[in-house]
Every structure is written in structure tokens, then in C-alpha cells.
């Protein structure tokens, strides 16, 4: 299992990790509209999913902001997914508030679908812990970040050279 910290804080990770090479689990989440989506909904994309524990934090805002900038540069067939467990109604206020319009936010607040399919639930905090997640087109998961203090940045330009090497095939 992935070890993670939150401020230092060593956290229990419930679920199963996913790897490079797993198909990548289905879940359902909560869109902004409280519609279900799960990962079929975007089917033959490639999609990065980036985990946030709060988009009201600053490093998950950055988090949220990097990926809608670059989304331009990733392709029409890719889908960045932002998940958290903040309400549907707090990420729809976020991203009116940071003028996010290519990221889809996602909540896993309802059932903790997505966190335990992908093993990232924070237990002890009832948080998602931060991660990145690329599937391909076919629903491969062709890269997985568990980023190991949950304050910290994930890596970047890893995540997005994943997607661009993911829509290339």
C-alpha cells in the first residue's frame, strides 16, 4: 500500500492500490449538477485524474489551476477530472470564483467510491489524499502518483508528459 502523511500525520490508506498497468477501477462520483458520473462516462479518452483533499486549500487550488491551463496543450481527447471529497456545491462555487472551466470537479463526499476503488481515502481525515492518476483510452492506467506528504506539489510535468504520451498511442 501506498504511505502517505498529511502534515506530517501518518494516514491510513483503506482500498487498493492501483498500478501502472491495472484497469482502472470504475466508481461514482457526484458532479456539480448532484448528477452521477463514473469513469465509463468518458470512455475512449485518456483522462487524468487529479485527486485533491480540499480545492479551498492553496497547494489543491494550484493543483486545480495548473492542470486547467495546461489543458489546451493535452488535446481534444483528454479529460482532466479534479476529485475531492468537498461538496458539489463548494466545487461549483470554486471554479466560478477561479474561473476553472476545463477541469470537471468531482465529488466523492456520497460514497467514497472513487477513494476506495483507488485506495487514496484518508481515513482518519474522511479526505481524498493527494494523487494523480492517468487512464488511456482503453482504461489502463498508465500512471499513478501517490504524492507522499499530502501538503506537497505532485509532479507536474510528470503528469501531464503521461497524458500527452497516453493521447499519442
Not at 63 to 77: C, H, I, L, P, R
Not at 88 to 114: I, M, Y
Request: charged share 25%.
Amino acid at each position: 500500500m501506498a504511505h502517505v502523511t498529511f502534515k506530517g500525520n501518518p494516514m491510513t490508506l483503506p482500498g487498493t492500490e492501483v498500478k501502472v498497468g491495472d484497469k482502472a477501477p470504475d466508481f461514482k462520483v457526484l458532479a456539480n449538477d448532484l448528477s452521477e458520473v463514473t469513469l465509463a462516462d468518458s470512455k475512449g479518452k485518456v483522462r487524468l485524474i487529479s485527486v485533491v483533499p480540499s480545492l479551498d486549500t492553496g497547494v489543491c487550488s494550484t493543483q486545480t489551476n495548473k492542470f486547467n491551463s495546461e489543458a489546451a496543450s493535452m488535446g481534444d481527447n483528454v479529460e482532466i477530472l479534479t476529485i475531492s471529497n468537498d461538496l458539489p456545491f463548494a466545487q461549483k462555487r470554486w471554479c466560478g470564483a477561479n474561473e476553472v472551466d476545463a477541469v470537471r470537479t468531482l465529488s466523492d463526499h456520497r460514497d467514497l467510491s472513487f477513494g476506495e476503488a483507488y485506495g487514496v481515502t484518508m481515513k482518519e481525515l474522511r479526505l481524498l489524499a493527494r494523487s494523480i492518476f492517468v487512464v488511456d483510452a482503453n482504461d489502463t492506467v498508465t500512471y499513478v502518483e501517490y504524492v507522499p506528504e499530502g501538503t506537497d506539489h505532485p509532479d507536474y510535468e510528470k503528469a501531464i508528459e503521461a497524458v500527452k504520451q497516453a493521447a499519442s498511442n
